[in-house]
């Protein structure tokens, strides 16, 4: 897959089939369409192209917007890959590519730059200045400048039953099996391992503190999961934390993984935690002895849970 940073720098000069959208944790109703777009650049010997958007729109035209994603630009990147998507092009999502009207949009865009001889969308999308442009204006253009659109109806994006508001949600209430099933993977974070202040190993419960750079990540949940990471080659469980450690009245949220039957140096690499289970809310003990017997109750909860 080729990723493109801007319209303006696809120079594929080939026929395509396109979708447009965030496809924010490209789920398994994101799926349906990608595999539809994919399957169909391949029978008729076009290149299947994504058209996203970052920053997401919301991002830029709310100003009190705290969305929070569930992919970062990297994770997407991987999982479009992994379909078999050809290319990737993330516009920069600006006010004033937002101004930006539905002709000169399709006509400039889609057609002049793109090459889209198909566009697969959904029935509700809309696009365009203050998104005033609906399926049947793609569909009027597309019969002036031919291109065909393939419209997917609401029935069949609703027996899905799944958005991205949805899994959000899920992971905001530490339902990790609903946000997974939707998503079709383990939700995922990734980032740099970096020195923490040691509590975990004077409990006898060493860690690996997690830092993300990108402050958009959706983090799930304050409380304690089961996780699993592939560390030098093996796939390696362990249990994470996500709070602010308040039996030592810690005051920032953190993000700390015990790995189990691991205990190499991890420190400055990047690594990518894919989570399970939930196990509990997280707790202010009385003592840090109180608190270590509860991490040997919490590992053999997740012991039970990785051999389910």
């Known amino acids: ?3 493109v940073q801007s319209i303006s720098k696809y120079d594929k000069n080939h026929p395509s089939v396109i979708t447009i959208g965030t496809f924010d944790g490209v789920h398994v109703g994101h799926k349906l369409i990608l595999e539809r777009l994919i399957n169909d650049a391949r029978i008729n010997n076009r290149v299947s192209a ?11 035209l709310q100003k009190d917007s705290d969305l929070k994603l569930l992919n970062t630009i990297e994770e997407k990147k991987k999982i479009l890959e992994n379909l078999g998507l050809d290319y990737l092009i993330i516009q920069p999502f600006t006010k004033t590519f937002s101004r930006l009207s539905a002709t000169a949009f399709v006509r400039d865009m889609l057609v002049n730059s793109l090459h889209a001889k198909k566009v697969i969308i959904g029935y509700d999308h809309r696009f365009g200045r203050n998104r005033n442009a609906n399926i049947n204006d793609l569909i009027a ?3 002036a400048l031919d291109f065909e659109v393939d419209e997917i109806p609401a029935k069949e994006i609703e027996a899905v039953a799944v958005s991205s ?7 905001l209430e530490g339902d990790v099996i609903t946000a997974n099933t939707y998503l079709g993977y383990s939700y995922m974070l990734n980032g740099e391992i970096i020195r923490g202040k040691g509590l975990g190993k004077e409990l ?6 997690l830092h993300i750079k990108e402050t958009y990540k959706l983090i799930p949940k304050n409380g304690v999961y089961v996780v699993q990471s592939s560390l030098k080659n093996k796939i390696v469980y362990g249990m994470m934390n996500i709070g602010t450690n308040p039996t030592v009245d810690g005051q920032h949220q953190s993000i700390e993984v015990h790995f189990f ?4 140096d991890l420190y400055h690499q990047h690594i990518q935690v894919n989570i399970l289970h939930w196990i509990r809310e997280e707790h202010k003990f009385n003592s840090l002895e109180e ?3 509860q991490l040997k109750k ?3 909860t997740a012991r039970i849970l990785i051999n389910e």
């Open 1 to 3: 897959m080729v990723t």
């Open 165 to 171: 508001t949805k899994i959000r949600n899920a992971l």
């Open 291 to 293: 608190l270590k017997e």
């Open 141 to 143: 253009f597309g019969n």
């Open 261 to 264: 039957d691991f205990d190499e």
């Open 50 to 60: 994504v058209l996203t958007f970052f920053p997401h729109p919301r991002m830029v």
């Open 298 to 300: 919490d590992k053999e």
């Open 204 to 209: 006898g419960f060493p860690t690996a503190n």
